[in-house]
């Protein structure tokens, strides 16, 4: 066994040695492949933009936050997913990892077919939420209406990544998350601009580039399998194996609204000081939402190497595991803090023309530069709980962080304003992380009990 190939065949079960090598190896490939996200959005929009029509801009901007508001609540199929490949993996239970994938993968296909059958009605929720003009409406209609013919592709990509996470293969995550976005971004400059479909072209590139990835990943999920591990129909379908995949998958979903409406509140009183501070805010938020890419990598890497400790009922490599993950997120998120405190302003400049936006933006700057060390500790115990698979606990402390944050925000804003709106944000990532880390200690005694 080498730290060089975590998730090598050859590997048993057992104890293991986890080594910044071994950590690195997860995260940096999915780090990478993580901001090629970032890269995708820059160049959708600068494709519509590029036809000089507001309306079309506006309607790919609507549109694409009503496709994130309904996909991001299916993220824990690729949560729930990780972490129980992880723990079965660190068993050396193929059986199970075949068995686990399964079941995620055709509660993707169902749920991302429903989707589609729905999506009428998911256009209608979210036009009636967002509540633009008619022609923006019909812009963000048409762009909806192709783009939620990914969903069964989209989420099968979700159950795919949480198998190769779960075995610790970084570099398969990344090269499928470079090949689905990869695609994504050549087709919509040749589809949208050069040929000129505009909006249905950008969205038909996210189709194509989700359905190629998904054929490519099972290819490769698939033609590792051994026949000899395969599971049955029957032991795919077991109740009692079931139960754990369901249980994790509500309180994720849980957890993940929960979180939504976090930041969904922080836009909503956001509205209140003004059209400058609001466009501020979002400009700002760019800057939490870039190190939140990377601190994932850490996370990703935290929850194979602790689902794998607890599968391998190994205490050491768990503790070791949670003081690697745990040093490296948080000597990062201090150098994230730094780079734009000393590079903000020029960061601003770069997103924002506005004149009196960078100037709002420039007064709030240090509250979103800080972000990156307030989120590190809860980005990386979100990590530790899902590989762990103490979904019920990651639950109740974000309900619990949640409502410290409606707390401080009623404290906060009348006495600071926007200063208080940040002030908030920052407490509710310190209590996300002080809260799921304050549980560690009982979970692990009771986790690694020597009588199981």
């Known amino acids: 066994m080498t730290a060089a190939s975590p998730a090598s065949p050859s590997e048993t079960a057992g104890p293991f040695h986890v080594t ?20 995708l959005g820059l160049v959708d929009t600068a494709v519509v933009g590029r036809m000089g029509e507001a309306k079309l801009l506006a309607g790919l901007a609507i549109g694409a936050i009503i496709f994130d508001l309904i996909f991001t609540t299916f993220n824990f199929l690729r949560a729930a997913t990780t972490g129980l490949v992880a723990q079965a993996y660190g068993r050396g239970d193929r059986r199970e990892q075949q068995a686990v994938f399964w079941r995620s993968l055709i509660i993707a296909l169902i749920c991302g077919s429903v989707s589609v059958l729905v999506s009428p009605l998911l256009l209608s929720g979210g036009l009636w939420l967002m509540g633009p003009e008619p022609e923006v409406a019909a812009v963000t209609s048409t762009y909806f209406l192709c783009r939620i013919l990914s969903g069964p592709a989209a989420l099968a990509n979700y159950a795919i990544l949480g198998f190769v996470l779960g075995r610790g293969e970084g570099t398969i995550g990344l090269m499928l998350q470079t090949l689905i976005n990869g695609i994504n971004i050549v087709l919509s400059i040749l589809l949208g601009l050069v040929l000129g479909w505009g909006v249905m ?27 000899r591990d395969a599971p049955g129909w029957a032991e795919i379908f077991d109740r009692e194996r079931l139960k754990p995949l369901f249980g994790l998958n509500r309180d994720i ?21 003004g059209p400058v501070t609001l466009a501020a805010n979002a400009v700002l938020m760019t800057i939490f939402l870039v190190a939140g890419y990377y601190l994932d990598g850490l996370a990703n890497a935290a929850e194979q190497l602790i689902g794998r400790s607890i599968g391998a009922h190994y205490r050491p490599a768990f503790d070791r595991a949670l003081r690697l993950t745990a040093a490296w997120s948080l000597g990062l998120s201090l150098v994230t803090t730094v780079a734009f405190l000393i590079f903000g302003d020029a960061l601003i400049d770069l997103l924002t023309t506005a004149p009196d936006v960078r100037a709002a933006a420039y007064e709030y700057l240090p509250w979103a530069a800080v972000t990156a060390m307030t989120g590190a500790l809860a980005f990386l115990m979100d990590g530790v709980f ?19 944050y409606v707390a401080a925000l009623a404290v906060l804003i009348p006495a600071f304003g926007n200063h208080g709106l940040w002030a908030g944000l920052n407490l509710f990532l310190l209590m996300r992380g002080l809260f799921l880390l304050s549980r560690i200690p009982a979970k692990a005694r009771q986790t690694f009990r020597p009588d199981q």
């Open 20 to 39: 910044h090598r071994l950590i690195l190896a997860i995260a940096l490939p999915m780090t990478l492949g993580f901001l090629t996200t970032p890269l």
């Open 201 to 227: 072209g950008v969205a038909l590139a996210t189709v194509t580039g989700e359905v190629i990835g998904a054929l490519v990943g099972f290819a490769i999920v698939y033609g590792r399998f051994d026949a």
């Open 253 to 273: 979903m849980i957890r993940s609204f929960v979180l939504l409406a976090a930041f969904t509140l922080m836009t909503r009183i956001g509205t209140a000081f």
């Open 386 to 404: 899902i590989g762990a698979t103490w979904s019920r606990e990651m639950r109740n402390m974000m309900m619990a962080a949640f409502v410290g």
